[in-house]
């Protein structure tokens, strides 16, 4: 090998492992989405944030062969047409690019499903009896969601409020068209289908105001359907906003249907 | 020959600007506004404006006047209220259409309004029964939601209807989108289509300025 070349290759590499190493450095300062809200975000996020520090190395080795190869494999503009090269595999070369490729992407299946079956079990809780999970229950209409909560006697109410301190039971249906309960600060995402229940599990992690939105397309206000007060607040503050509600809805509840995971509006609500 | 390409062009042209004329008018025409009319009367420190609507089972003119709608003064389908920013809305509705019931009950309750409650024909209510619904007013940002009382089968007047009267504050500058929650698209699918998904009918805007 020339000793010009090994120079290029010994320049590149260099500047690659130190490009990588402090931009992964710079990489994992950023606050990636969708956060700590919830165990589900948190364990999102860190997938995330594995992947960037993964891709980032990549990107670089890519640019730097490119480069490496423009450079070393150039014509000056005058120089004459060369005949065409045998080229010969590079048996190494090969067998290093498809060891690592396939090191790569079944490292990243196994995070990944790690990450899914983790965010999909229920977890169990170190307490002699563990505490059932809060249920609270998404009803979407056109074009809005609201929120019940079975165990304080079903009221509903507008805005979803979280209590800090319980792992959180999500139960997710429509009245009407399919819509989709988007909470991305928590990392939970569940279509809501008329007369059908889906559950989905968390563990609130972090007091705050997040947003809620549809991310089905389900008609004219869909990109209206969104609520930026959901809240995960403390158990005391829950306590009193629940009883707060409880009185608000007081002249509602007895027109309530009792609760359900499903509902079957009246025939006479269709309008037709 | 000359003749007949004189007439294409002309029919090509007339074609063309028939066209236009069209696409400009889908395009740009929205239903009139109604303006909030200032008093001099006050809540809170904040001024307080009137908006009077009426709803119908049927428009009676316009494109669709087989449609449900809210009609302005002038009697036209009308969802466009403008009002003045940091005010209080006294909102007068004439409601004039029959019951229809909700998809959910929980519409029933009157929230967002100055004290949690309405007039309806001058009486104080906080709900309503959820069946005897024939539409609500909702504006989901602000939070507010009042269930318009339908008229009942032996109702008197002329027409019948039920006064629904209620006051709730205007924030800063902005857009508001507002829509009804009774599935009153009569013959769409889950009767929340047509008027329900049309600006001017079951579902407007309060433009904030």
Request: net charge negative.
């Amino acid at each position: 090998m020339p000793q010009r070349r090994r120079t290029l290759i010994n320049i590149i590499v260099g500047s690659w492992i130190v490009l990588s190493a402090a931009g992964d450095l710079a990489l994992d300062l950023l606050p990636f989405p969708p956060g700590a809200a919830t165990d589900i975000a948190g364990s999102e996020t860190q997938l995330i944030r594995i992947l960037a520090l993964m891709a980032w190395p990549i990107f670089l080795a890519v640019v730097g062969a490119l480069v490496f190869t423009l450079y070393v494999n150039r014509v000056a503009p005058a120089a004459a047409e060369p005949d065409a090269q045998s080229l010969r595999g590079n048996s190494r070369a090969q067998t290093a690019w498809i060891a690592s490729s396939t090191t790569i992407v079944l490292g990243l299946a196994i995070l990944g499903t790690i990450t899914l079956v983790n965010d999909t079990t229920i977890p169990t809780v170190a307490h002699a009896e563990p505490a059932a999970p809060f249920e609270i229950q998404v009803i979407a209409q056109q074009w809005y969601f609201t929120y019940r909560y079975p165990s304080l006697g079903g009221f509903e109410s507008d805005h979803l409020m979280i209590p800090a301190d319980r792992e959180i039971e999500f139960h997710v249906t429509s009245l009407d068209v399919t819509h989709s309960f988007w909470f991305f600060a928590a990392g939970v995402k569940a279509d809501a289908v008329p007369l059908h229940d889906n559950s989905v599990d968390m563990q609130p992690q972090k007091i705050g105001t997040y947003r809620i939105e549809c991310s089905e397309l389900c008609g004219i206000w869909h990109g209206s359907m969104s609520d930026d007060h959901a809240q995960i607040v403390s158990a005391a503050d829950f306590n009193t906003w629940a009883q707060q509600q409880q009185q608000l809805d007081a002249p509602v509840m007895k027109f309530l249907p009792p609760y359900s995971h499903t509902y079957v509006p009246a025939p006479g609500a269709y309008g037709s | 020959m000359r003749l007949r390409v004189a007439f294409l062009g002309l029919g090509v042209v007339i074609a063309g600007v028939g066209i236009a004329l069209f696409l400009t008018q889908f395009l740009i025409k929205t239903p009139p506004a109604v303006t909030a009319s200032a008093t001099s009367n006050s809540t809170n420190g904040l001024p307080v404006v009137n908006v009077t609507l009426t709803t119908v089972a049927a428009a009676g003119t316009g494109p669709h006047p087989n449609w449900v709608a809210y009609l302005n003064d002038s009697g036209d389908p009308s969802t466009y209220i403008n009002a003045p920013a940091n005010s209080v809305i006294h909102m007068t509705i004439n409601q004039q259409d029959t019951p229809t019931g909700l998809r959910n009950e929980y519409f029933g309750l009157v929230r967002g309004t100055i004290d949690g409650s309405m007039k309806v024909n001058g009486k104080t209510m906080q709900a309503i029964d959820p069946t005897t619904a024939a539409h609500t007013f909702t504006i989901p940002d602000l939070g507010v939601s009042v269930p318009l009382l339908g008229v009942s089968a032996d109702q008197k007047g002329n027409p019948p209807q039920n006064v629904v009267e209620f006051d709730f504050k205007v924030p800063g500058p902005g857009l508001y989108r507002w829509q009804c929650f009774v599935p009153c698209g009569a013959g769409t699918l889950y009767g929340n289509g047509g008027p329900m998904q049309t600006l001017g009918y079951m579902a407007g805007e309060l433009v904030v300025s």
